[in-house]
């Protein structure tokens, strides 16, 4: 990077600047009051991510049948909105007081109320209540959480069964406000289109909006396929369903539990992570993405009611560190990590009227002083295009290397064609921007240009052409 001009950085943007973004971040659990939101909205709003999953807490909500009290989830909603972020709102989990079984599981956990007349009336009665009371300011609902797994659906996973439960909490939904959005899936295991099949085969895919995904991977890449698998499974049922990202993240440290458990990861890997699967699912047609989370909290899906040991189950996902007391609630001053700064920027940048786009750029290896050798043409890089309305445009590359190992530079050469004249490159990374000299920089004439040997990295890096955002000097 010493051979570029170090020019300024790209300005940070709170949420309340930022009317359109595909780009959200969990606030979950709060259900079960594993952290202090009051202590995180101000810090979550300047990250300029945009959607804001919570969950809607059933049993937190009703603990007298038939009495809901949404103080609570008011609170959080009201503070959200206030600073400009739009939360969408994940129906879960289970009520002790219709399930025997869900009043042993801290938080009833992955105790869906389908085991008796009386269980289903009361969570469609708490919906229809909820969607009413949140009418005008929730405007998604996402029914459940990862029901295709057992942690999640602890009487055993079965697509059909969840399908009718989504066909009729979408009705209990559209009761309480007619023009509410139903996303149904939040599937979270590898092999998906067995589950969703089942769960389209008996009429889900009538009655939702939208399906949403989760995909903890170490390969960012395989998110091109699964969103085209799922498009392709939608298509066949209905095709106007849209399709969201509803969880991603890994962890900053190595003895995290959870999902990517064990990796050696650390804190600027994590960093990477974020930055790679998010701008994967930028070049896909999801509607929005989520990275899980903004904090450090414990996973608490596996809890016994009375044994606290069992919930003690510290996850280090979020952007925000956290300490721990005794009861495993998240506390501390809750500290910006470097994933933080990364969502910072990208959300800054890939906002508003940014598009997925085709670009007239061609990556085309040269020799390369700077390796004694050729400029990297592995088959592992990624690419894609973004463009705004003003003409300008943005081309993001990284080469998708195995992030538990070394860290991993290079370099790679550009063409370009009929794209603005004003070219800049970012590392995404923490927003700095830097002018390319013309030892790299080479034009061609006729707003042609060759990008001779500039580096690639194992994390994204963004060239900018013409005035695609707004950079401090």
């Not at 598009?355 to 750029?361: G, S």
Request: hydrophobic share 40%.
């Amino acid at each position: 990077m010493e051979r570029l001009i170090k020019i300024g950085k790209i300005k940070p943007r709170k949420a309340s600047e930022i009317k359109n973004s595909r780009i959200g971040i969990g606030f979950e659990k709060l259900d079960r009051k594993v952290f202090n939101p009051e202590k995180a909205y101000d810090k979550l709003a300047m990250i300029g991510a945009k959607w804001v999953r919570i969950q809607s807490g059933w049993e937190r909500t009703e603990q007298e049948k038939g009495v809901y009290d949404f103080e609570w989830l008011d609170s959080i909603v009201d503070n959200l909105l206030e600073r400009g972020l739009v939360p969408w709102i994940n129906l879960a989990y289970g009520n002790g007081l219709y399930d025997d079984d869900a009043a042993k599981v801290f938080g009833a956990v992955g105790c869906p109320p389908v085991k008796s007349e009386e269980a289903k009336k009361g969570w469609a009665d708490y919906i229809t209540a909820l969607a009413a009371h949140m009418k005008g300011r929730i405007s998604y609902y996402e029914v459940w959480n990862e029901p295709d797994g057992e942690w999640c659906w602890k009487h055993g996973p079965n697509g059909k069964e969840y399908g009718q439960f989504v066909v009729d909490t979408s009705v209990a939904l559209k009761k309480g406000d007619s023009s509410a959005k139903v996303i149904g899936g939040a599937i979270c295991m590898a092999k998906p289109l067995d589950f969703a099949y089942d769960a389209f085969s008996v009429g889900m895919g009538e009655h939702i909006d939208a399906i949403s995904f989760h995909e903890y991977v170490i390969d960012e890449t395989v998110v091109f396929r699964h969103v085209k698998a799922l498009r392709g499974l939608c298509n066949r049922f209905n095709p106007n369903i849209e399709i969201i990202q509803g969880e991603s993240g890994s962890q900053s440290r190595s003895d995290g539990r959870g999902a990517m458990r064990k990796g050696a990861w650390t804190p600027h890997k994590q960093a990477k992570q974020l930055l790679r699967h998010l701008m994967a699912d930028l070049m896909t047609e999801v509607k929005f993405t989520s990275y899980f989370s903004c904090m450090d909290m414990i996973e608490a899906l596996n809890g016994t009611v009375g044994d606290l040991v069992s919930y003690l189950d510290y996850g280090y996902f979020g952007v925000l560190g956290a300490d721990f007391d005794a009861q495993g609630r998240s506390v501390g001053n809750y500290t910006p990590k470097p994933s933080y700064y990364a969502l910072q920027t990208i959300s800054a940048i890939f906002s508003e009227d940014v598009q997925k786009a085709d670009l007239p750029i061609i990556r085309w290896p040269e020799v390369s002083d700077r390796l004694f050798g050729f400029d990297c043409d592995d088959p592992s890089i990624v690419e894609g295009g973004f463009k705004c309305e003003n003409g300008s445009a943005a081309f993001v590359y990284w080469n998708s290397t195995n992030l538990m190992t070394t860290d991993f530079e290079s370099t790679v050469t550009f063409y370009t064609a009929g794209l603005p004249d004003k070219i800049r490159l970012v590392d995404l990374m923490d927003g700095t921007v830097y002018e390319l000299p013309e030892s790299i920089l080479e034009s061609k004439g006729e707003g042609k240009y060759a990008i001779h040997n500039i580096p690639i990295k194992d994390y994204p890096m963004a060239l900018l052409f013409g005035d695609f955002k707004e950079i401090n000097i």
